[in-house]
């Protein structure tokens, strides 16, 4: 069946369209919360750009896209590896890319090239560098930070491994909203981007090629396999690499964060009960309600919350970098990116890859 008439089938009325809706906010909202908490970036403005983007791409698409952060970027910048200007330039630099690749046609030639083991091991690069960040941020207060992990205990135990995050984050949110007494409701205004605020630095162009890494991997290649899986839908990498790049070209200069697709994403509407296109527009709609009120609770939000929200994302990443056919090269390029950045570990990584296919 061709994307072109798929398209406009695929928009339902049903309660898993509500709840599939869920699915994709597992890791975005602990996410998003922790860079605008962190940097000085608006977190009304972060989340109208998932807000808009939902409804643009699950129109486009018609079936239940998934919108993440980039999570190489965002990881860095809330550790501070990244400042706000080399972190918005890495943004354009990996939009300008992944819309010349996707237009061009190119992508399915070049995923090869970046093996598996190299994206698994950016991904536990980037899960350490969040655990040490979250550890680190959540012994500022022990008590709360303990409180945190019943909690996260609680969700494991009643069978919510994957909403454990969520679940600590809706705590910090009472915490929050009890803290700042009183929340004004107003609608964000994006502002647009002062281009001498830009750092085009060397740690800026390292950071969006681990991006780009897990973008080939997880965000066109997998995400491409997996709406094919689930909604047979004819979407190639290079479509979804077109319409990232888009998305970070319209999105970061009016102030949203670098965005992309992902199979977690849409793994996790599917697992929650999406089947169509609606549940992007519900989840539009319930990001644009948080953005109305977001910007009295940010400030008032709990940073050691905040720290065991990032070990509990940093773990279900490292879940998914750990599942590797090389053990051995994903950990040593996880530890690399620990120590040095993801741009040096994927380039030594992507040298060690090829020089032990050759060997092998």
């Known amino acids: 069946m061709s994307l072109a008439s798929w398209r406009g089938t695929r928009f339902g009325v049903a309660w898993g369209e509500v709840t599939g809706a869920v699915g994709d906010t597992v890791t975005v909202l602990p996410i998003v919360v922790a860079v605008a908490a962190l940097t000085d970036l608006s977190l009304g403005r972060l989340l109208l750009g998932f807000a808009l983007f939902q409804v643009v791409w699950g129109l486009y698409y018609g079936y239940?896209?998934?919108?993440?952060p980039m999570k190489a970027l965002a990881a860095l910048v809330i550790a501070g590896g990244?400042?706000?200007?080399?972190?918005?330039?890495?943004?354009?630099?990996?939009?300008?890319?992944?819309?010349?690749?996707?237009?061009?046609?190119?992508?399915?030639?070049?995923?090869?090239?970046?093996?598996?083991?190299?994206?698994?091991?950016?991904?536990?690069?980037?899960?350490?560098?969040?655990?040490?960040?979250?550890?680190?941020?959540?012994?500022?207060?022990?008590?709360?930070?303990a409180l945190s992990v019943v909690v996260a205990l609680a969700a494991v135990a009643l069978g919510y491994r994957n909403a454990a995050a969520l679940a600590v984050l809706a705590?910090?949110?009472?915490?929050?909203?009890?803290?700042?007494?009183?929340?004004?409701?107003?609608l964000p205004t994006p502002v647009l981007l002062d281009p001498s605020t830009l750092v085009v630095s060397r740690n800026a162009?390292?950071?969006?090629?681990?991006?780009?890494?897990?973008?080939?991997?997880?965000?066109?290649?997998a995400t491409a396999l997996l709406v094919d899986e689930y909604f047979d839908a004819d979407t190639s990498p290079d479509d979804l690499s077109t319409s990232m790049g888009v998305?970070?070209?319209?999105?970061?200069?009016?102030?949203?964060?670098?965005?992309?697709?992902?199979?977690?994403?849409?793994?996790?509407?599917?697992a929650f009960g999406a089947r169509t296109a609606t549940s992007n527009l519900v989840l539009g709609g319930c990001y644009l309600l948080l953005a109305v009120v977001a910007v009295d609770l940010v400030a008032a939000f709990p940073m050691a919350v905040l720290g065991v929200v990032l070990v509990l994302v940093a773990v279900e990443l490292g879940r998914a970098g750990a599942d590797?056919?090389?053990?051995?090269?994903?950990?040593?390029?996880?530890?690399?990116?620990?120590?040095?950045?993801?741009?040096?570990?994927?380039?030594?990584?992507?040298?060690?890859?090829?020089?032990?296919?050759?060997?092998?």
């Open 64 to 68: 239940p896209i998934s919108v993440e």
């Open 171 to 186: 705590m910090g949110g009472v915490v929050a909203a009890g803290a700042a007494g009183t929340v004004t409701p107003r």
């Open 205 to 221: 162009v390292g950071a969006t090629l681990g991006q780009l890494a897990m973008t080939v991997g997880n965000a066109a290649v």
């Open 324 to 360: 590797t056919e090389d053990p051995l090269l994903t950990g040593a390029i996880g530890v690399l990116a620990l120590l040095t950045n993801v741009g040096v570990a994927f380039l030594a990584g992507l040298v060690g890859y090829h020089a032990l296919a050759r060997l092998r």
């Open 247 to 270: 998305m970070n070209l319209l999105a970061m200069p009016l102030g949203a964060m670098p965005m992309c697709h992902g199979s977690g994403g849409v793994a996790g509407k599917y």
């Open 82 to 145: 990244l400042s706000g200007g080399e972190y918005v330039a890495a943004g354009l630099l990996a939009g300008v890319t992944l819309l010349l690749v996707g237009t061009t046609g190119t992508l399915d030639r070049l995923a090869p090239y970046v093996g598996e083991p190299v994206v698994r091991g950016i991904q536990v690069g980037v899960a350490l560098v969040l655990l040490r960040t979250g550890v680190t941020t959540g012994l500022g207060a022990p008590r709360l930070a």
